[in-house]
């Protein structure tokens, strides 16, 4: 059964600037690729963050930009260290996937594939935006814990919790 066949997932509407993405859920397969190499990305950055945290008092202090600013700083630094170009944009290409992912001028309902050419058209010199796009896909496809409802309240506490840090360390883009 290729996408084609595929009549499953949710679609997610996403406006940003003067454009509005549909995002499509992944397929699970597909989901579990994704999933494997965003993992080479995610652990890296949760690495450096962790680092970044050592003699902090996250309890207290988690919401102060000091601590903040540190521990984005290590995540960033952590992702350097471990990620070149070509895994980003392999990332890319697999997060922004046509199959899953169209885009309209805001206001319309014309709607096409988010292929190369789109891609060029609508984010050229505009990369943050690109990577803000690819945060969305990702908590779309990744960190909606409600539908998790086999897995036990304790794991799903602490995914939630994974949640609550990604969101703190990446901003939305209406409070960049």
């Keep these: ?78 992702m350097a260290d471990k990620v070149d170009g070509e895994t980003l944009e392999r990332i890319a290409k697999l997060l922004l996937d046509p199959n899953y992912v169209s885009v309209a001028p805001i206001h319309t309902k014309e709607f096409q594939r988010l292929d190369e050419a789109a891609i060029n058209e609508v984010f050229s010199g505009r990369v943050i935006d690109m990577i803000a796009l690819m945060m969305q896909v990702a908590k779309i496809n990744y960190l909606d814990f409600s539908k998790l409802c086999s897995v036990p309240t304790g794991a799903r506490e602490v995914l939630a919790e994974l949640k609550q840090s990604f969101r703190v360390q990446y901003p939305t883009t209406s409070e960049i």
Excluded: C, H
């Excluded at 059964?1 to 997932?9: D, E, L, P, R, T």
């Excluded at 993405?21 to 990305?41: C, D, H, N, W």
């Design 1 to 78: 059964m290729g996408i084609s066949s595929y009549a499953g997932g949710t679609f997610t509407q996403y406006e940003q600037g003067e454009y509005v993405f549909s995002i499509r859920q992944f397929t699970p397969f597909y989901a579990m690729k994704v999933l494997g190499e965003l993992q080479k990305i995610v652990t890296p950055i949760l690495g450096g963050a962790v680092q970044a945290a050592e003699n902090v008092d996250t309890e207290a202090e988690i919401r102060s930009i000091p601590v903040l600013t540190k521990l984005v700083s290590g995540a960033v630094n952590g």
